[in-house]
């Protein structure tokens, strides 16, 4: 029976405190390959790199961090989370926020989704400036075809001393060398992909090996074409042979223009000339029982934790001859967990939290406990077309949930689809009027 392998907590965080890698407003114009010689395409690469580092443009790409692990003699990787962010890069700073989230948050990636695994971030200009920006011989290796482009590649080797970068694994820390190749267009020298490996840690450092690797991409930001990160791999092979890896696409990059940006648009006045109305901020009263439908399909293996739920009112909410919601209102929440199995049929755990309401002029926050469907009455023989019990494996974390998230099995099927009714009870908030 398979389960899923859940990695040990290991973070891979490079500490970047120099600025983000700029990428050029276009790539350079083509050359003949055949007229470079070593040292000239040497210098050609470092100064369409220097460019990189000296122009970025403020902006802002939706980032998916898949995390998977296997364990020794396994040939197939287990997805352990997968994890969906906004992520900012304003002033040299990286800044990061679940989607839909009304502000960008100071804090590092790994404090903000409390992930296990590894992942990294500072990967647009630390090693950059390690790799061309430095006195370290940048070597040419050759021409071979990388991503569909023929393709200079270049070797160095990074001492620990320059290297900048950190290995964590609590409460254990390694700054190590590695070896970086890259490849360079050979008629743009348009940097395409770079590569690190690092092999050699401290006596009893709990990690053998760290492989990063990162893709570019052209991307228009406001109108002008630069060139940014598309996709990262990073993985750790640790000392007992666990192996933890995280890819991460980027997606829908635009430019940075305020957190008021992230979340609300500017409110439109009504047609008649009339100035919007003020929205009054309500906390509900705990007990409600409110019955929602979901306003989109959710395919739960796809689905990511950070993933925004939208859900409407299916009918008014009274209570004492008040209403207190109405139909069509709206509730939001957000995807926190996933955990699918295959065997011995599909079948899909997922916790979520909810967060607001809206109801025309009235909002405020939404707490509530998921009543309907209930996984505790859904798995107490089994599972719905379970014939055992000892079949269906419960993960850890919706055994142990926190008391502001809910948890939903979904029995035989793995996509929630559009109309889907849950049952939630309201709980008790501070702050805001009560209706």
Partial sequence: MRRMIFSPALVLSLLATLAPAAPPDTDPPAREPAQFADAEVVREVRSVVSGMLTRLPNYTCLETLEQTARAPGQSKFRLVDRVRVEVAYVDGTELYAFPGSPRFDSRELQQIITTH?????????????????????????????????????????????????????????????????????????????????????PLGFPVRRVFKATEYSSVTVNGVPVRLPAMTELSMTTRNGIENRTVSTFSNCREYKGESKLTFEEPASDPAGLPPQSVETLSLPAGLEVSVRLDDAVELTQAARGDLIAMTVVKDVVKKGRKLLSSGAKVMGRWQYFGCEDRPIAYCFATLSTESFEDGTRSGPFAATLESPSWERDTAYGGRSFNQGRDLIVPEEIKHLKKDVSALYTGIITKLPRGYRLIWRTLEVSGGSKP
């Fill in 117 to 201: 695994g590894a992942f990294g971030t500072g990967d647009f200009g630390e090693h950059l400036r390690a790799t061309y920006g430095g006195n370290l011989p940048l070597l040419v290796a050759g021409r071979e075809l990388m991503l569909g482009r023929d393709a200079w590649r270049f070797t160095q080797i990074v001492p620990a001393n320059l290297s900048r970068y950190d290995v964590i694994v609590p409460p254990a820390r390694a700054t190590v060398a590695y070896a970086a190749t890259a490849w360079h267009d050979t008629a743009t020298l348009a940097l395409l992909r770079i590569e690190l490996l690092a092999t050699r840690f």
